[in-house]
């Protein structure tokens, strides 16, 4: 049985259909990344899966565990399963960084302040912050932010973490610390769920790579395949106009 | 002006002073009671309106119906409606009651828009990480959005309770006695229009410039801490 299940998941926007009859299967300590075209609903699919939007059908499963995204009590079952970091950092702008670490776990998994300090201290020398613990967001640079935003998903114990375009608000040269940072979480055998337009850092680190386009995924393959013989039409279009320039 | 000199100890005699001691006092109460219980239901309001919760979508309905109306409604209007209203239900109440429900029900009206603009002004991704980290609502209302939207809501609604400190004069209408109708008693007494007036204008100067003193303060204090 796989970690990550997910089963014929739907989901619309209004009644605009956004994602239709998801499947994909994650194991533990897997790193999938999905790539696709803009707008083919990759964040969506993050988005359902952290709680932000209810889907209309299907079903999700971490460790065996049905996810219900209904009632109150189910969606916060679900949200402690994951854990994601979003494109815009969306680090609360009122606090340090020490505190957008700290403050989940302390005010609402209810854990001792020292001992959640002492990890959030931990967690941002890991992403080589413990120079910037008492600076606010916009005091850092976007890849300190980012780097900040990837503690403070990983301080929740996350089974799984979800990265949604993690680099693609940064300046170029800001691009490879975040992409270091998340080197370091592989090494450690996080299981992730990657969308990224970095192909080579996709193909370095995946064991799978989902290509969806239009809300459905096309193709699913070890990053080999998607990359150098895909087997469908679309994934062959998006791959090879993507990695020409 | 040197009959006003000698009127000076006369009109502030014990009892004069009393009486506008407790007009002032009045004023203050009422306008204090009348903000304070007007920016709590303002919130309330607010929260009911930004929220997108399907269950409130009947609360949300009325918050809005209850916003759009009463901020198009002049103040004497208000002043009215409530005082019918309270004698409709037959409830026998003060002068007082009516003034201070018609200065909190203007400053809900105000406060709600208010504040709503306030949390709207807060970027909407931080209710998405908050709830993400199954934050509630109110939670990352009270930990996040607020502090972000302090800066927007203070000034405002300064500016808005300075102006129901001087609507409160509209209230001697109905006979509360706060300090306008106390200027205009002492004038129909035969004091000095002068010093009747003069000494209120004071006073409402005093009041309001506190407020503002105040506005500067809690904007400074409730400010990002970066900005402090
Ligand atoms: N908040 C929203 N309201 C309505 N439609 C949305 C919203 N967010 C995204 N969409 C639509 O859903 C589709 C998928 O969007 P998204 O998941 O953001 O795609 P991706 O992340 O792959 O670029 C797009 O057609 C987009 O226009
Ligand atoms: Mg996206």
């Keep these: 049985m796989p970690y990550l299940e997910i089963d014929n998941l739907s989901a619309d926007y209004g009644k605009v259909p956004v994602l239709q009859d998801i499947n994909l299967a994650v194991e533990r300590g897997e790193i999938v990344s999905i790539i696709g075209p803009s707008g083919s609903g990759k964040s969506t699919l993050l988005r359902v899966l952290t709680g932000l939007l209810k889907p209309r059908a299907g079903s999700v499963a971490v460790a065996g565990e049905k996810l219900r995204y209904d009632s109150p009590k189910d969606l916060r079952r679900a949200r402690e399963k994951f854990a994601i970091v979003f494109q815009q950092f969306n680090l609360f702008q009122n606090m340090t960084a020490l505190r957008n670490v700290t403050i989940a776990p302390t005010i609402v998994q209810k854990r001792k302040a020292a001992e959640v300090e002492a990890e959030a201290r931990a967690l941002l020398e890991k992403v080589g912050l413990s120079h910037r613990i008492d600076a606010y967001p916009d005091e850092m640079s976007g890849g300190q932010q980012q780097r900040v935003a990837i503690a403070r998903a990983l301080a929740l114990k996350p089974d799984i973490l979800h990265l949604d375009e993690v680099t693609s608000a940064l300046d170029p040269e800001l691009v490879s610390e975040v992409l270091d940072t998340i080197r370091l979480l592989a090494d450690d055998g996080m299981t992730m769920m990657i969308v990224s337009h970095e192909m080579g850092f996709v193909r370095e680190v995946s064991s799978k790579v989902v290509f969806m386009a239009d809300g459905r995924v096309v193709e699913v393959g070890p990053p080999e395949q998607i990359f150098d013989n895909p087997q469908t039409q679309r994934c062959t279009d998006f791959v090879s106009r993507i990695l020409r320039h | ?228």
């Excluded at chain 2, 026998?92 to 504040?115: D, P, R």
């Design chain 2, 1 to 228: 002006m040197p009959s006003i000199l000698e009127e000076l100890p006369r009109f502030f005699n014990y009892y004069n002073s009393i009486f506008l001691a407790k007009a002032f006092l009045y004023t203050l109460v009422l306008s204090f009671v009348g903000c304070g219980v007007g920016f709590l239901a303002g919130f309330v309001l607010a929260i009911l309106r930004t929220r997108r919760i399907n269950r409130w979508a009947g609360l949300r309905w009325l918050a809005t119906l209850w916003v759009e109306v009463w901020r198009r409604i002049p103040f004497l209007v208000k002043l009215m409606v409530v005082f019918f209203a309270f004698q409709f239900a037959g409830g026998n109440v003060s002068m007082f009651t009516v003034a201070a429900t018609t200065i909190a029900l203007s400053a809900s009206a105000f406060s709600a828009e208010n504040i709503r603009a306030g949390i709207e002004s807060v970027h909407p991704n931080q209710w998405d990480a908050a709830e993400t980290m199954n934050m509630g609502g109110l939670t990352a209302l009270r930990r996040v959005i607020l502090p972000q939207a302090w800066s927007v809501i203070i000034p405002p609604s300064m500016t808005y309770s300075v102006g129901l400190v001087k609507s409160t004069s509209i209230a001697s209408q109905i006979g509360v006695l706060e300090m306008t109708s106390v200027a205009k008693i002492l004038n129909q007494k035969g004091f000095s229009a002068a010093l009747c007036f003069g000494s209120i204008l004071l006073m409402y100067f005093v009041i309001c410039y506190s407020l503002n003193r105040l506005a500067a303060y809690m904007e400074v204090r409730l400010a990002l801490p970066r900005n402090r």
